[in-house]
């Protein structure tokens, strides 16, 4: 049976904000040709779920919502009212992010300075992998917080690979001589035990800047990804379907605890510029559909 895309805009004047409620069916998603066709909020993320469907083969429910906001009064009325966030934390939230990707909704504030094309499909890449992380654990909150923000970010990054419009190698080093230069983020360890719930990793994300904190994701992710594979982070958030034992999860999936991981981590990090050395192979993205540009 042919399902037909529902599109369907509709403005909210009392909360300046736009809702889109998408079909994204993954057997009628077609691979964007490129990321000049993603030229709309519903192109780009019809492009982009179609690529973390059949590249990545992520989940994607079949309906989203996203809505879009003129700023960030609007954007953290939305984070209360659309998402059911709490008041305090919809005030901080909105403060430094300009997106969320909750159960079947992805929330984003237009009004920043910085919504280059390429920036603003990085934003949904990332956030729409919050939804698909959502899809595999059965429920939002669950895994280690920065794993996902990293997940979400290798993923972003490797669809604007898919794009032409970036690579994972070139955020891989840019990310790797931000987080070694930071002052206080690699000093005196990591404590990755200790930011895994969305507050603590948010309370942890304030106090050290949105930047390295997120750069320093990445890398925790990329260096997952490069030696267990894409497949066991994808069956990492699938096992809080039956156990919400962060602990226990995380070293069934990748055959350690966190502890000694961090321990890993942070020597790749000291060794070499690049933490996916020492041994591994690099897994990248499948290859662009034309030269990335210039950063």
Not at 23 to 40: I, V
Not at 82 to 107: C, E, M, N, T, Y
């Amino acid at each position: 049976m042919v399902v037909v895309p529902l599109v369907v805009a509709t403005a909210d004047c009392s909360s300046s904000r736009i809702v889109l409620p998408l079909s994204l069916d993954s057997l009628e998603l077609a691979d964007p040709s490129d990321a000049h066709a993603l030229d709309t909020t519903q192109a780009a993320v019809r492009g982009i779920a179609a690529i973390i469907a059949r590249t990545f083969s992520l989940p994607v429910p079949r309906q989203v919502t996203v809505f879009v906001y003129d700023g960030r009064r609007a954007f953290e009325q939305g984070l209360i009212y659309d998402a059911r966030v709490s008041p305090v934390l919809a005030a901080k939230l909105s403060d430094f992010a300009i997106g969320v990707g909750a159960q079947g909704q992805v929330l984003l504030n237009a009004d920043v300075s910085d919504w280059t094309s390429r920036e603003r499909l990085r934003l949904i890449a990332h956030e729409l992998t919050h939804v698909s992380q959502i899809e595999l654990a059965g429920g939002e909150g669950r895994g280690e917080q920065w794993l996902a923000e990293g997940m979400a970010e290798w993923i972003a990054f490797a669809t604007l690979e898919r794009l032409g419009l970036d690579s994972v190698n070139r955020r891989r080093q840019s990310a790797t001589s931000g987080v070694r230069h930071h002052a206080t983020l690699l000093r005196g360890g990591l404590d990755l035990e200790a930011h895994g719930t969305p507050r603590a990793f948010t309370a942890w994300h304030l106090r050290e800047g949105t930047r390295a904190t997120y750069q320093l994701t990445f890398l925790l992710a990329d260096f997952l990804i490069t030696r267990k594979g894409l497949d066991r982070m994808k069956a990492y958030f699938t096992s809080f379907r039956g156990s919400l034992d962060r602990q226990v999860n995380f070293q069934r999936a990748f055959g350690g605890t966190i502890a000694a991981f961090e321990t890993d981590v942070l020597a790749a990090l000291s060794a070499t510029t690049d933490p996916t050395l020492a041994g591994a192979p690099t897994v990248t993205a499948p290859p662009p559909r034309s030269e990335p540009s210039a950063p």
